[in-house]
């Protein structure tokens, strides 16, 4: 298990006037810290923390522009689309707020400006994808065997006079030990392309970010 802290959950005060709290969390560690598995790329971007964030923050997933990305993304889909033997509907923006609108994922927190927080849940390791839908509320509490929960955190920071620390971080957790040792495997196979596709994204918003 990737353990990285042992700390428990304390959400910051809402009160202080340095946090602005648009939901139940606005850290990654409120939500994911204990976990199984997962992976976290930096990029020092040549922009200042506010244009820096709000180029991770809304980015078009469709503009990454990662042969890899592109690779991974179609091999993932084949599946789906050989059991409905039509083409998916290709959309023609894709930011994670889309992707809260169809309910695969749930935004989870926000610390505006600095860092926000979105997650998914269900088996996401499966040849077809099958995610449930949650609130906010019930990501926190969900368990139930044979699922997962996916949480993901993009930040910034300031870094030196005039630029920025981008992170990306993804964590998995699991909540039953045969699971475990399925998508274990699994994430042996597919780490690198994960960690190439989240790198890529890191790029695509420093450029978008750039004046």
Same mark, same amino acid.
């Given at each position: 298990m990737n353990d990285k802290t042992d700390r428990t959950r304390q959400p910051p005060d809402a009160a202080s006037a340095e946090w602005e709290v648009t939901e139940r969390s606005v850290n990654v560690d409120d939500?994911?810290?204990?976990?199984?598995?997962?992976?976290?790329?930096? /990029?020092?971007? *040549? +922009? @200042? @923390?506010? +244009?820096?964030?709000? +180029? =991770? %923050?809304? /980015? &078009?997933l469709l503009t990454i522009g990662s042969r890899t990305a592109d690779l991974a993304?179609?091999?993932?889909? =084949? @599946?789906? %689309? /050989?059991?409905?033997?039509? #083409?998916?509907? $290709? #959309? !023609?923006?894709l930011s994670y707020d889309d /992707?809260?609108?169809?309910? &695969?994922?749930?935004? =989870?927190?926000? %610390?505006p400006g600095q860092e926000v927080v979105f997650g998914a849940v269900g088996r996401f390791w499966t040849p077809i994808v099958r995610m449930e839908e949650v609130t906010a509320e019930e990501f926190a509490e969900y368990g139930k065997p044979g699922q997962g929960k996916i949480v993901a955190s993009f930040s910034v920071r300031p870094y030196g006079r005039r630029s920025s620390l981008?992170?990306? *971080?993804?964590? $998995? !957790? =699991? *909540? &039953?030990?045969?699971?475990?040792?399925?998508?274990?495997?699994?994430?042996?196979?597919?780490? #690198?392309f994960v960690k190439s596709i989240m790198r890529a994204t890191l790029r695509a918003a420093a450029e978008h970010a750039r004046p």
């Open positions: 939500f994911a810290a204990r976990y199984d598995a997962g992976a976290v790329e930096h /990029l020092v971007v *040549d +922009a @200042p @923390p506010e +244009a820096a964030y709000r +180029a =991770l %923050r809304h /980015l &078009d993304m179609w091999v993932r889909g =084949l @599946p789906e %689309r /050989l059991e409905r033997r039509v #083409p998916a509907r $290709v #959309p !023609t923006r /992707l809260c609108a169809r309910g &695969d994922w749930v935004l =989870l927190g926000e %610390r981008a992170t990306y *971080d993804i964590r $998995v !957790t =699991l *909540d &039953d030990p045969i699971t475990r040792r399925i998508f274990t495997l699994y994430w042996r196979t597919v780490s #690198p």
